[in-house]
């Protein structure tokens, strides 16, 4: 993984934790939790970001290589979120990144 991809997902990833945090002291989380339960379009996010959620334990899952590293690294995901995912990649992006592209070059199927 190129190191300019990881610092930038390791940025992003301090940045959506201050966000957190901002929000978690400045906001009302009753509020918005009644909002995304019970309108349309706030349940279309929480479907949408646990989707993410699933979409990132499945390929931590898929990559790892010991059951019990994919649990640590996959569970807190639907507790900590994208975060969560955030740090995962600044480990093992490189590793990741090794995985998909091969010495030739990325695999390409036949058009």
Known sequence: MPVRARLLIALLTIVLTGLIVWAIQAGEFGAAGDFLTQRPWGIVT???LYF???????LIGWTERKVWL???????????????TGVWL???GPRLYRKLVDKNGPEREPS
Do not use: C, E
């Open 46 to 48: 929480l479907v949408d």
């Open 52 to 58: 993410g959620f699933v979409i990132s334990a499945l």
């Open 70 to 84: 994919t649990l640590v690294w996959a569970m807190p995901i639907f507790v900590l979120g994208n975060v969560w």
């Open 90 to 92: 600044v480990f093992r």
